[in-house]
Structures are given as C-alpha cells and as structure tokens.
C-alpha cells in the first residue's frame, strides 16, 4: 500500500513539472493565450484593412475587408478599436479646433483655444481634447436656409434638421461642461470652429511660414455655405483646323466644333460618295 501510494506520488510530482517546466505556464494555456493575442491583433488590423478599402463616398469595402473584419467587429468595438488610423496617413489634412470665448460678470471676455499643448499635460491630455474637437467638427451641420426648406423635399429637411439637432445638442454639452468650469451661466459661452492646416511646402520653405503661424488658422463659420464654381482649365487646347481633321470624324462633320466657316453637311457628304465612287470605277 505504502509502495502504490509513492508511486502516485511520484506520478503526480512528474505530471505537474511537465505542465509547469521553469514557471512557465502549461502548453494548454500557451496555446490559450495564443490564440488570445492573434484574436486581439486581428482586431487592431481589421478595421484599418477594412477602412482603407472603401471607396469614396461608399460606407462599404471591399469583400475581402469586410470578411476579414467581420469575426472581431464587436470585440473592436467594444474596445473602441475601430477607427481607420486615417490621421496618421503620410499626407494628413488640417486639424480643427474650438475657440470658446468666456463672457466674465465684469465684462471682460477671455478667449481659450482647445486642445492646447503649453496647458493640457500630458499629451494623453492634449490627445483627448483634439479628438474631441474633431469629432465636433465632423458632426457639424449649419442650420437650414430657409430657400432650401422650401425647395427640397421634405424627407432632405428632415434628415438635415436632424443632423443640425444632433450637432447643437453636442456643442451645448461642450458649453455646459465650460461653463461649470468657469463658474458662468451657459448663455456666456461661445465655442468657435476652427481649422488649423498646415504649411504648404513653397510656404514653408521660400515665406518661412511654421506651424503655428496665425496665417493658417482660420475661424469656419456656422452657416451653409454655397457650392463654389470649378475654376476655368489652366490649359486650352489649341483648336485644330477644320482640312487636318481625319473624315467622318464627329469635329470634321459639326463646323461648331472648331474654329472656322461652317460648311454644309450635304455637300461635304455628296463630295465624299462622289470619292468614293470615283475609287471605285
């Protein structure tokens, strides 16, 4: 009995350094854990590979993102994983920002301009605030002119109307927040878009214009504004003569297609069959 009992208990000693050899975990939970890593890598590619295969103006990717971010699109989201990394492209476009301007009981006003990098430290801080502003801009809607109420339809208005409630009730969040802070009534906060854009190169290089130039910051006004025209074409091709272009071609057959008299489309076609019968006799 005493001799069975040993054995076990050497059997036992045995099977436990073999799942547990140096303090290192068993193989079953390093094929757990494993497997625990690769899903969350998935996760953090998935979105960005999905993201960077849409095609403008399109909510959708391509399949072969889509089916790849599908399995982890709930985990990503639950962690807030989803984003696009768009930001950090080599190229990135401007930055925006909010001004809030704070009216004090004695009259003075004092301006604060947010994300701001001298007062917001960390930089963790500072990257909350800028997302912040971004996500403020992004969900701006100016409010609907009264020409566009009556001239589109209504499901449009609607649609727009709603945007423009969404926006004033996540600026006014931002107001309320500010004014807390300031110890003011929330009528006495204003909070301002603006647009930050970074140099272009000849600025930066020939005008010594840096990044934090007042130039380029640029207050965007509340309101919609009207489409602008396309620039005329710096290029004009020159117009070819009317006796060089090939025949039957659709510029040879219409004269108001270059410059130059106009000729009868009967005679031109009479002098061509007479052509071509003379090439056939």
């Known amino acids: 009995m005493v ?3 040993a054995v076990e208990a050497s059997a036992v ?3 436990a350094e073999s799942e547990s050899v ?5 193989t079953r939970w390093r094929w757990i854990l494993s497997g625990l890593i690769l899903w969350h890598l998935w996760a953090v590619v998935g979105e960005p590979v999905e993201f960077i295969t849409r095609l403008p103006f399109n909510a959708d990717g391509s399949p072969a993102g889509v089916a790849l971010n599908t399995p982890v699109r709930r985990y990503s989201e639950f962690l807030y ?3 696009g990394y768009a930001f950090f492209a080599p190229d990135p476009g401007p930055s925006h920002l909010i001004d809030v301007h704070v009216q004090r009981p004695d009259g003075a006003e004092t301006s604060v301009l947010y994300p701001d990098l001298e007062s917001q430290w960390p ?3 500072y990257h909350r605030h800028f997302m912040l502003t971004e996500f403020l801009n992004n969900v701006h809607a100016a409010p609907i002119p009264a020409e566009v109420k009556e001239r589109e339809p209504d499901e449009m208005v609607r649609r727009w109307q709603a945007s423009r409630d969404q926006y004033e009730s996540i600026r006014d969040s ?4 500010l004014a807390g802070k300031a110890g003011v009534p929330v009528d006495q906060i204003t909070v301002d878009r603006v647009e930050h854009r970074a140099p272009f190169v000849p600025e930066y290089l020939r005008d010594q214009v840096r990044l934090r130039d007042p130039r380029l910051y640029v207050n965007l006004l509340d309101e919609a504004m009207p489409p602008e025209p396309y620039p005329p074409a710096a290029y004009q091709p020159d117009p070819v003569p009317r006796e060089n272009l090939p025949v039957g071609s659709p510029a040879a057959v219409e004269g ?14 009479d002098s061509v069959g007479d052509d071509l019968q003379g090439e056939q006799q």
Request: hydrophobic share 30%; no cysteine; net charge neutral.
């Open 81 to 83: 994983m989803n984003h």
């Open 13 to 15: 000693e045995r099977s």
């Open 256 to 269: 108001s297609a270059v410059d130059g008299p106009a000729v009868d489309d009967s005679a031109g076609d």
């Open 3 to 5: 001799a069975t009992r």
């Open 174 to 177: 931002f107001r309320r927040h």
């Open 22 to 26: 140096g303090g290192m975990p068993s």
């Open 123 to 125: 930089r963790l801080l």
